[in-house]
C-alpha cells in the first residue's frame, strides 16, 4: 500500500487528499448533526411527555378513579367514564402509544385500573398485577408531587418505551395513583432515519459539486511544480556540476516561493563551491599541522593516563580509610544512643525518687501534725489525771472523816440503847411501884407504860441506827478501799501517760530527724537532677556533632567513590583520547588525501 501511494502523482495525491477530507468532513457533520438531532428530539419528546401526563392528570376523573377497585367494577359507569378519559388524552397526545393508570395495594403489588388500548369488547385489565414495573414506577406509586420521568428508553416485554407518570389526587387532595404515558422507541427512530435521509441527500448534493472543483483545483496547484520537476530532470540527464540554470516563474503563491528559493539556493551553491575551492587549499595545510600536532598530543595523553592512575590508586586507599572512619563513628553514635537511653531512664527514675521523697515528705509533716495534736491531748489528759487523783484524794480523806464520825454514831447509838435499857427497866420498877400503890399509883402506871414505850421505841431506833451506821461503816470501808484502787489506778494512768507522752517526744524528734535527711536527699536527688540534665545536654551534642562527623564522612565517601568513578572515567576517557588521538592521525593523512581529491572535483563544477 505504501509503494502504490509513492508511486502516484501529486495530483493524484492531492486530488485524493480534497476527496478524503471531503469524507471525514461530512461524515463527522453528519454524525454531529444525528447526535444533536437526536438529543434535542429526546428533549422535546420528554418535554412534551410530561406536559401530556401533566394535563392528562388534570382532566382524569380521579373521584371517579378512586372508586374503581376491581374486576367487578368495569361494568359501571365510573370505569367508563374513566376509559373515555384516557382515550382522549391518547387521541390529544402525539406519539404516545400506551395510556393507562396503576395503583398501589395494601399488600404492596402495583396493578393496572384503566387503559385507553381497550377494545369495547375486551376482557378488562383492573386489578391485574403490573410485573414489569420499573424502579422508578414503584417509587413514584409510593406517592408524588409533580410529574416524573425515567431517565431514558427501558425495554419490557411489549417493546422499548419512554414513559412519564403523573400522580393522580382526588379532590380531597389523596394520593390515589399514576397517569402513566408510554412513547416508543420506534416512532423517535422513524423520526431520526428521516432526519439522516434528507442529510445524505444534502451531503450528496455537495459532493456533486466539490468534487469537479477539487479536480480543478489539484490541476492549476500541480501544473506549475511539473516545470520545476523538468528543471531537476535536465540536470540530473545532463551534467550536474552546470550551476547556472535558472527556473522561471512569477506567480506569487507557495510555487512561486519554490522556485525562486530553488534560484537561489543555486545562486548559493554557485558561492559554496566557489569558497570551498578556495578554502581547500587551507585546510589541506591544516591537515598537515593536525598531523604534527596530533603527535605530540599522543606522547601528553600518555602522561595524563600515568598521573590518573597514580591519583586512582590514592582515591582508593582514601575510599578505604574514609569506610573504616564512618564505622568507628557509627559505633561511637550507638554507644552514644545507649547512653542516651540510660540517662533518660536515670532522669525517669530521679523524678520518681524526688516525688515520693516529697510525699514522704508530706507524710512525714501530716504525721508530725498529729503527733503534736496528740501531745496536746496527753498533756491535757495529764493535767485532768492529776486533778482527779486530788480530787479523788480528797474524798478518799473525806470519806475516812465520815467513817470515823460514824464510830463516834455507834457509840452514841450505845449510849442511846444503854439509856433505854435503863428508862425500860425503871418504867418496870415503876411499874411495880404503881402496883404496890394501888389505885393512888395508876396515873404512875400510865406514865410508867409511856416510859416503858418510849424506852422499847428508842431501843428499836438505836438498833436501827445502829444496823444502818454499821452498814454505811462497811459501806464507807468498801469506798476507802475502791477509792484507795482508784487512786493507785490513776497513779499508773498517770505514769503510763507520762510513758506515752515520752515515747511522742521521741517519735517527734525521729520525724524531725527524717524531715531534715529527706530534704537532704530531696537536694541530693535535684542535684543528680541538674548533674544528669547536663550529662544528657552533653549526650545529645555529642550525639549531633557524631551524626554530623558521619554525615560529613558519608559524603567525604561519596565524593570519594565520585572522585574514584571520575578518575575511572578519566582513565577509560585517556585511552579512549589516545585511540582517537592515534585515529585522528590517521583520518588526518586520510583528510589530506581526501581534501586533494575534493579540490580536483570542485575544479570541475561551472560557476561562470
Not at 2 to 17: A, H, Y
Not at 111 to 133: K, M, N, P, R, Y
Not at 397 to 423: F, H
Request: glycine fraction near 6%.
Amino acid at each position: 500500500m505504501k509503494k502504490k501511494s509513492e508511486n502516484l502523482t501529486i495530483n493524484s495525491k492531492v486530488l485524493l487528499t480534497i476527496i478524503g477530507l471531503w469524507v471525514v468532513g461530512s461524515s463527522l457533520l453528519a454524525l454531529m448533526s444525528y447526535a444533536q438531532t437526536s438529543r434535542a428530539l429526546k428533549d422535546n419528546i420528554r418535554t412534551r411527555v410530561r406536559d401530556y401526563a401533566a394535563l392528562g392528570a388534570l382532566s382524569l376523573p380521579a373521584d371517579a378513579h378512586a372508586r374503581l377497585r376491581g374486576p367487578e367494577d368495569e361494568a359501571g359507569a365510573d370505569y367508563a367514564e374513566v376509559v373515555a378519559a384516557l382515550r382522549r388524552i391518547a387521541a390529544n397526545s402525539t406519539d404516545i402509544v400506551y395510556t393507562y393508570t396503576v395503583r398501589k395495594q395494601e399488600d404492596g403489588q402495583i396493578v393496572f385500573v384503566g387503559d385507553a388500548t381497550e377494545a369495547a369488547d375486551e376482557i378488562s385489565h383492573l386489578g391485574d398485577v403490573c410485573e414489569a414495573a420499573t424502579p422508578l414506577l414503584r417509587a413514584a406509586a409510593e406517592g408524588i408531587d409533580k410529574v416524573t420521568m425515567e431517565e431514558d428508553f427501558y425495554t419490557d416485554a411489549w417493546g422499548t418505551f419512554l414513559s412519564a407518570y403523573a400522580p393522580i389526587r382526588t379532590s380531597h387532595g389523596t394520593f390515589d395513583g399514576l397517569l402513566c404515558l408510554d412513547i416508543s422507541f420506534q416512532s423517535v427512530s422513524a423520526i431520526l432515519m428521516d432526519h439522516l435521509v434528507r442529510l445524505v441527500i444534502i451531503l450528496a448534493a455537495c459532493s456533486a459539486v466539490i468534487l469537479p472543483a477539487a479536480f480543478i483545483l489539484s490541476r492549476s496547484l500541480t501544473r506549475p511544480i511539473k516545470r520545476i520537476i523538468a528543471v531537476f530532470k535536465d540536470m540530473s540527464d545532463g551534467d550536474i556540476t552546470d550551476l547556472t540554470k535558472r527556473i522561471e516563474n512569477t506567480a506569487s503563491d507557495e510555487i512561486g516561493d519554490m522556485s525562486r528559493i530553488a534560484n537561489e539556493t543555486f545562486e548559493r551553491l554557485r558561492g559554496l563551491v566557489t569558497t570551498i575551492h578556495g578554502q581547500a587549499g587551507v585546510i589541506s595545510g591544516v591537515g598537515m599541522e593536525l598531523s604534527a600536532n596530533m603527535t605530540e598530543t599522543a606522547a601528553a595523553i600518555a602522561q595524563i593516563s600515568a598521573n590518573i592512575r597514580s591519583v586512582k590508586r590514592q582515591t582508593v586507599s582514601q575510599a578505604a580509610s574514609v569506610e573504616e572512619t564512618n564505622l568507628a563513628m557509627e559505633r561511637i553514635t550507638r554507644r552514644i544512643k545507649e547512653l542516651d537511653v540510660h540517662i533518660e531512664a536515670q532522669s525517669e527514675s530521679l523524678d520518681r525518687s524526688s516525688s515520693a521523697i516529697q510525699q514522704m515528705l508530706a507524710s512525714i509533716a501530716s504525721v508530725t501534725g498529729v503527733l503534736n495534736n496528740d501531745a496536746q491531748n496527753v498533756l491535757e489528759l495529764m493535767a485532768a489525771s492529776d486533778k482527779g487523783r486530788a480530787d479523788l484524794a480528797t474524798v478518799s480523806s473525806r470519806i475516812r472523816e465520815i467513817a470515823t464520825e460514824s464510830a463516834g454514831l455507834l457509840e452514841i447509838s450505845a449510849v442511846i440503847q444503854g439509856i433505854a435499857s435503863k428508862t425500860n427497866l425503871l418504867s418496870m420498877n415503876a411499874a411495880i411501884e404503881a402496883a404496890h400503890a394501888g389505885d393512888s399509883g395508876r396515873g404512875f402506871a400510865v406514865v410508867a407504860d409511856e416510859i416503858r414505850n418510849l424506852a422499847e421505841s428508842s431501843g428499836k431506833q438505836s438498833k436501827n441506827i445502829s444496823a444502818s451506821l454499821k452498814k454505811i461503816r462497811d459501806s464507807m470501808e468498801t469506798i476507802t478501799k475502791s477509792t484507795d484502787g482508784v487512786l493507785a489506778q490513776f497513779e499508773d494512768i498517770g505514769a503510763r501517760i507520762g510513758a506515752v507522752a515520752e515515747r511522742e517526744q521521741g517519735m517527734r524528734a525521729s520525724m524531725e530527724e527524717q524531715s531534715a535527711g529527706s530534704k537532704e536527699i530531696l537536694e541530693a536527688l535535684a542535684l543528680l537532677g541538674e548533674l544528669s540534665g547536663e550529662v544528657r545536654s552533653g549526650s545529645a551534642s555529642m550525639l549531633a556533632g557524631s551524626n554530623d562527623v558521619i554525615k560529613e564522612s558519608a559524603a567525604l565517601g561519596r565524593i570519594t567513590e565520585e572522585v574514584t568513578g571520575s578518575m575511572d572515567e578519566m582513565a577509560a576517557g585517556a585511552e579512549q583520547i589516545t585511540i582517537a588521538v592515534h585515529k585522528v592521525s590517521d583520518l588526518s593523512r586520510d583528510n589530506k588525501e581526501s581534501i586533494d581529491a575534493l579540490i580536483g572535483e570542485v575544479a570541475k563544477f561551472k560557476v561562470d
